[in-house]
T-cell receptor, first 114, second 110 residues
Framework: NAGVTQTPKFQVLKTGQSMTLQCAQD?????MSWYRQDPGMGLRLIHY???????DQGEVPNGYNVSRSTTEDFPLRLLSAAPSQTSVYFC?????????????FGNGTRLTVT | KQEVTQIPAALSVPEGENLVLNCSFT??????LQWFRQDPGKGLTSLLLIQSSQREQTSGRLNASLDKSSGRSTLYIAASQPGDSATYLCAVRPFQKLVFGQGTRLTINP
């Protein structure tokens, strides 16, 4: 049972480059989300989705795009990378119809923007 | 705005001790509170989830309590082991997101 799978594990970008962080889950979860984790700031929600075709912004959405074309996948796109986007990114999912279900996290993508 | 605080930021205890980690939050309008464990370089592993209508949850040597009216939760770890060394985070769920504390880094010394 793979759970939540994130790729790549590590990435280095130059300022201005774009890239997509991949997230896939095999648990048929309706809810998926992206968080970033920064020292001293904790984990902050970037975007989330409650089902295919439905996305919404979290606390820190600027500079990031998401789409949800399937239940399984929720990619996060950086349009023009900036050094402020250097962070560890976590994808997480849960079954949305079970209201008190725990959030399951992937192992993260460590991104450095130079 | 919901804020979650965890004190202390770091804790070091000898193996075998019982210990308590603290979490406080500013807004009692939550669906649930979740405790996670994070090992270095890894993702978060859910330990316990307490629904807003519950007072505590137990799993093995872990017991989490919730007092919504005072905005507090504790995670009790019994008979600590070196393998318990990790960062422990609490998070509250107001609606469609979790609001996290910054964690307590726990070290259990053999």
């Amino acid at each position: 049972n793979a759970g939540v799978t994130q790729t790549p594990k590590f990435q280095v970008l130059k300022t201005g480059q774009s890239m997509t962080l991949q997230c896939a889950q095999d648990m048929n979860h309706e809810y998926m989300s992206w968080y970033r984790q920064d020292p001293g700031m904790g984990l902050r929600l970037i975007h989330y989705s409650v089902g295919a075709g439905i996305t919404d912004q979290g606390e820190v959405p600027n500079g990031y795009n998401v789409s949800r074309s399937t239940t399984e996948d929720f990619p996060l796109r950086l349009l023009s990378a900036a050094p402020s986007q250097t962070s560890v990114y976590f994808c997480a999912s849960r079954p949305d119809r079970v209201y008190n279900s725990p959030l399951h996290f992937g192992n993260g993508t460590r991104l450095t923007v130079t | 705005k919901q804020e979650v605080t965890q004190i202390p930021a770091a804790l070091s205890v000898p193996e075998g001790e019982n210990l308590v980690l603290n979490c406080s939050f500013t807004d009692s309008a939550i669906y649930n509170l979740q405790w996670f464990r994070q090992d270095p370089g890894k993702g978060l592993t859910s330990l316990l989830l307490i629904q807003s209508s519950q007072r505590e949850q137990t799993s093995g040597r872990l017991n989490a309590s919730l007092d919504k009216s005072s905005g507090r939760s504790t995670l009790y770890i019994a008979a600590s082991q070196p393998g318990d060394s990790a960062t422990y985070l609490c998070a509250v769920r107001p609606f469609q997101k979790l609001v996290f504390g910054q964690g307590t880094r726990l070290t259990i010394n053999p």
